[in-house]
């Protein structure tokens, strides 16, 4: 199986800071990597597909990059709304793995 | 509007059966697969198997396989996921979500509301 590692594990950053959330996999796996929102008590949410591909209706602030092992993901002026745990997931090769999530909070 | 829609909270026995479901609306039913993700009690999601309904083809992870079964009733537009015995270690929520063929459309989305099992005598 793909092994997925994020980093950091937790954050807490101020209204309006930009943040940063990396993701490596343990094997290339093209761009076949997406992210999801949790917030607590709520199922996932798609946020970004494709490595950097923003769904349809996802606000621009959020924005991811990268290919083969290496990703990021960005959150341009964070909003209190944006409290989440944040997964990344690859689905070049079955089974699809997910990193262990990031927890952002407000400071 | 696509969405996935859950059955409600069960509480169960130890060594109990059990089935809970996942309705797909606004969509072509037969035309993606329908994927079953875990998350324990303050744990992260781990992924439990997904199914084609156009051919029931199933794959499941190895962490999984044998104790789980998925299914689907496609006059239904409905995903199954059941278990024959259950164990205090099954205690989780549950999520359905809907995915592309693989790797080309393989992402999650939309996802089910979620289904809490718990598992205690």
């Known amino acids: 199986d793909i092994q997925m590692t994020q980093s950091p594990s937790s954050l807490s950053a101020s209204v309006g800071d930009r943040v940063t959330i990396t993701c490596q996999a343990s094997?290339?796996?093209?761009?076949?990597l997406s992210w999801y929102q949790q917030k607590p008590g709520k199922a996932p949410k798609l946020l970004i597909y494709?490595?950097?591909n923003l769904k349809t209706g996802v606000p621009s602030g959020f924005s991811g990059s990268g290919s083969g092992t290496d990703f990021t993901f960005t959150i341009t002026g964070l909003q209190p709304e944006d409290t989440a745990t944040y997964y990344c997931?690859?689905?070049?090769?079955?089974?699809?793995?997910f990193g262990p999530g990031t927890k952002v909070d407000i400071k | 509007e696509v969405q996935l829609v859950q059955s409600g909270a069960e509480v169960k026995k130890p060594g109990e059966s059990l089935r809970i479901s996942c309705k797909g609306s606004?969509?072509?039913?037969?035309?993606?697969?329908i994927t079953w993700v875990r998350q324990m009690p303050g744990k992260g999601l781990e992924w439990m198997a997904r199914?084609?309904?156009?051919?029931?083809?199933?794959y499941y992870s190895p962490s999984f396989q044998g104790h789980v079964t998925i299914s689907t009733d496609n006059s239904l537009s409905t995903a199954y996921l059941q278990w024959s015995s259950l164990k205090a270690s099954d205690t989780a929520i549950y999520y359905c979500?809907?995915?592309?063929?693989?790797?080309?459309?393989?992402?999650?989305?939309?996802w089910g509301q979620g289904t809490l099992v718990t598992v205690s005598s």
């Open positions: 094997q290339d796996i093209s761009k076949y």
């Open positions: 997931q690859q689905y070049d090769s079955l089974p699809p793995t």
């Open positions: 494709d490595a950097s």
């Open positions: 606004g969509y072509s039913f037969t035309n993606y697969w």
């Open positions: 979500a809907r995915t592309g063929v693989f790797p080309s459309k393989g992402w999650f989305d939309p």
């Open positions: 199914i084609d309904p156009s051919d029931s083809y199933t």
